[in-house]
């Protein structure tokens, strides 16, 4: 929801209140001040931000491992150890050697700048190309309208008068139509009037894919993502109004196609390298000698994005909600547990790569430790902002098994109420670890602090996505709601031990589309 009709300064006040009292002067006791001090040892400056395949990630990896073995866990990684070490391939441009010139008709070019105005997903071969642009509004090309070798541009949203099923498969269609069409590279504007806006400016241009998978094809076309605070040289020749573009192509109202009236010069060039960088699994064996075969996965990641670039002058990307503070979680949740283990095993998987394409998870459940069979549930830690009170939880997978009743009746314990996932848009079912325990047949629970629209909640909500999210300033700094955390972190446990003291397992309901899962592995 976009808020129009309050003046800017009641909000701005309102957040100013709200901050000053999440988080007061005085540090949290007890349980939350021991799961906040794991929180500032895994996400302070002298952790880097614990990117994929660098050596402070394999510091923070060692760090959660001793952590384990502290608390008297099992190892469960690779020939007796606490780590499952991932490799994988990275890609990354080389900035310096690569740029986007807009060229009028005169010859004379303006450059759009890696990262902060131009982004893409880098490829290992070095593409150069130089073309007309055409402004194909949403993308999808009449069919009458030759493009070869012309460069695409399109703002990212779909019309608004598209049916639902048409909307969910529009960005592929559009895609398959202009590499069909012949175009030689895209230019996509992003929507700044999403649900979830991209970030600018990019902290890195770089691609990570687990070792052996299928990269991006050379003959598919190039595609670069535009700011849409960077358009002024873009249209600059074509008698269009950027700012209009924007606006309308946020309503999904109709845009119209028509000639830009210049050339893009497109030259990119990277880099790139394997690198491995370790899962961190380990077991709490569970005391049912019926029941101990059988596992909860307890889920976060450990990796963030490292050094990238400033933003407010800042350059490392700490990333202490996203996802340190939920690994340390978990390490309190280990050592609360230790001399009390509950009926089932618990499974602590700590993946790498989540922000490169949860490839520490992909890896993790193709080359399982544990037999798949024995999983019985994934409670994933991500996308969660202790930063307001705690009253409402959104559940992804609420609807798709057991699980759902098994949250509602932990939950109405800490008196907080549990809902559907109401934007649906975001694809964070999708977007998390959670879902390649999905893949292969694992019901799974994943959570994001809830709001009423329009609340003071929401206002926080959104200005920590606008003002923190995969930036420099998700750190230690950030206001914490102490009793949010600490209600959230209770909540959590206590639906770990009610799984995993249950006398039956979890199972999908019938009605969710991924109950064939289970039977299909």
Not at 116 to 129: D, H, L
Not at 202 to 215: D, F
Not at 233 to 260: E, M, Q, R, T, W
Request: with cysteine; aromatic share 10%; hydrophobic share 40%.
């Amino acid at each position: 929801m976009r808020l129009h009709t309050t003046p800017r300064c009641f909000y701005a006040a309102l957040l100013l209140s709200l901050a000053a009292t999440a988080q007061s002067p005085q540090k949290p006791d007890g349980p939350t001040a021991a799961w906040w001090a794991q929180t500032i040892a895994l996400s302070n400056d002298t952790m880097q931000g614990r990117d994929t395949g660098t050596d402070a990630y394999e510091r923070a990896a060692k760090y959660v491992a001793d952590q384990f073995k502290v608390a008297g866990l099992k190892p469960a990684g690779d020939s007796g150890t606490f780590f499952q070490q991932v490799p994988m391939h990275q890609v990354a441009l080389i900035e310096e050697k690569s740029s986007v010139d807009i060229v009028n008709a005169e010859g004379k070019s303006t450059i759009l700048h890696f990262p902060a105005e131009v982004t893409t997903v880098p490829r290992e071969q070095p593409s150069s190309v130089e073309a007309l642009m055409i402004f194909l509004g949403y993308g999808l090309p009449p069919a009458d309208l030759d493009l070869k070798g012309k460069i695409a541009v399109f703002f990212n949203n779909t019309p608004a008068d598209l049916a639902p099923t048409e909307r969910e498969s529009y960005a592929s269609r559009r895609l398959r139509a202009l590499a069909q069409a012949g175009v030689a590279a895209i230019l996509s504007i992003d929507n700044p009037a999403a649900t979830e806006p991209f970030h600018w400016p990019a902290a890195y241009a770089r691609s990570v894919t687990l070792s052996g998978a299928t990269a991006p094809n050379a003959s598919t076309p190039i595609v670069i993502r535009i700011n849409p605070a960077s358009l002024s040289a873009l249209f600059a020749a074509s008698g269009h109004n950027p700012s209009d573009i924007v606006a309308d192509g946020g309503k999904g109202a109709p845009l119209a196609i028509f000639p830009l009236g210049q050339s893009a010069r497109i030259r990119l060039t990277s880099t790139s390298k394997d690198i491995s960088s370790p899962n961190i699994l380990a077991i709490l064996p569970g005391s049912d000698p019926k029941l101990a075969s059988e596992y909860v996965a307890l889920s976060a990641h450990l990796d963030g994005y490292g050094y990238g670039t400033p933003v407010l002058g800042d350059n490392l990307y700490n990333g202490t909600l996203d996802d340190a503070a939920y690994v340390a979680l978990l390490i309190e949740l280990a050592k609360d547990q230790q001399h009390k283990a509950p009926a089932r095993s618990l499974l602590f998987c700590i993946f790498t790569g989540e922000e490169k394409g949860l490839l520490g998870s992909a890896y993790f459940t193709q080359h399982l430790t544990v037999p798949k069979e024995n999983i019985v549930a994934d409670l994933n830690l991500d996308q969660l902002r202790p930063i307001f009170p705690l009253n409402i939880l959104t559940m992804e997978g609420l609807t798709d098994s057991t699980l759902g009743d098994t949250v509602r009746s932990v939950a109405a314990q800490f008196k907080i109420e549990i809902r559907p996932d109401l934007e649906p848009e975001r694809n964070l079912f999708r977007r998390a670890d959670n879902y390649n325990f999905v893949r292969i047949g694992v019901p799974i629970a994943s959570f994001i602090f809830g709001y009423d629209k329009g609340s003071p909640e929401e206002v926080v909500y959104r200005d920590w996505y606008a003002r923190r999210y995969h930036k420099p300033q998700d750190d230690i700094k950030t206001p914490i709601d102490w009793d949010a955390a600490s209600k959230f972190n209770r909540f959590y446990t206590a639906l770990a031990l009610a799984i995993a003291n249950a006398p039956t397992r979890p199972q999908w309901l019938p009605s969710s589309p991924y109950s064939h899962q289970r039977a299909a592995q």
